[in-house]
Structures are given as C-alpha cells and as structure tokens.
C-alpha cells in the first residue's frame, strides 16, 4: 500500500532543522522511536513522512509542523490543516466525533460539508469554520487528478 505525500513538505527544511538541534539522524531517530533509514529518506526526498511520525520528529527538533510543511493558507486543502495539526485522518475523526470515512470524504471534496461537521472539524482543528469551508471548496474545485 502506498503512502500519501504530504503536500508541502521541505525535506531541506527538515535536515536544517536538524542541523540547528545538533542532533545526528540515528538520535532524531531513536528518540521518535523511528528507523534511522526512514529518516535518511525524508532528508533526502526519496519518501513522504507519515504525519503522526513527522509530528514526533518536529516536537524533538523543537520545531512546529508548519516550519516542515509549508502550504500558503489561501492554499491549504482541509487535508492540509489537519497534517499542519499533526493528526492523522483517525485522530481528527476521533476528535471531532465523526468518522474517519467523512474526515477522508471532507479532505478530498468528495461530499457537502454540512454545519454540523463543518461545526466539529473546525474545532477539532482549532481554525475558523470559514476557514475549513474555503479550503473544502477549494478541495472540491481543484483540477482533475490533483491530489488533495
């Protein structure tokens, strides 16, 4: 099974990150309790990092989320917000009290966003609810074949 690409993730800003800390690969590593290779591959570009595992590696940088994963706001999908939260997909839905089938529906704008869910995902994700609908519109618009 293949894994989603983070939309926007720097891997020069990862490995500056780093650097800054001082830490080598194998301590980043050992402390997020992930294989140094893994990490090796995200510096070099050559794999996408699973959110929750980014979301460790950035807490032991002392670094946030989105100085890792840069997505201009007035071009961030709700998919985007989320990763920018350090969820996955189950977290936000557990979070929100939705489904993790909606919170995926939602992210590839698939399906209206009724006010109720716009009401527990916006919370969840602690952006405005005009927020989350501008970025599941602009999820729903987005040209064929582009991810979300």
């Known amino acids: 099974m293949s894994r989603r690409v983070i939309r926007g993730f720097n891997q020069d800003a990862l490995r500056h990150a780093r650097h800054e800390s001082g830490f080598a690969q194998t301590e980043v590593a050992r402390l997020a309790k992930i294989g140094t290779e893994t990490l090796r591959r995200w510096e070099s570009g050559t794999a996408s990092p699973q959110v929750d595992l980014l979301a460790r590696v950035a807490e032991i940088l002392g670094v946030a989320i989105s100085d890792l994963v840069r997505v201009p706001e007035t071009e961030r999908y709700p998919g985007d917000w989320r990763v920018l939260r350090g969820m996955t997909q189950p977290q936000l ?56």
């Open 93 to 148: 839905g557990a979070k929100a009290g939705i489904t993790t089938q909606t919170v995926s529906c939602v992210e590839r704008g698939v399906i209206s966003l009724s006010d109720s869910v716009a009401q527990k995902m916006s919370a969840a994700l602690g952006i405005s609810e005009s927020e989350l609908r501008a970025a599941h519109a602009r999820a729903r618009n987005r040209p064929p074949g582009a991810p979300a």
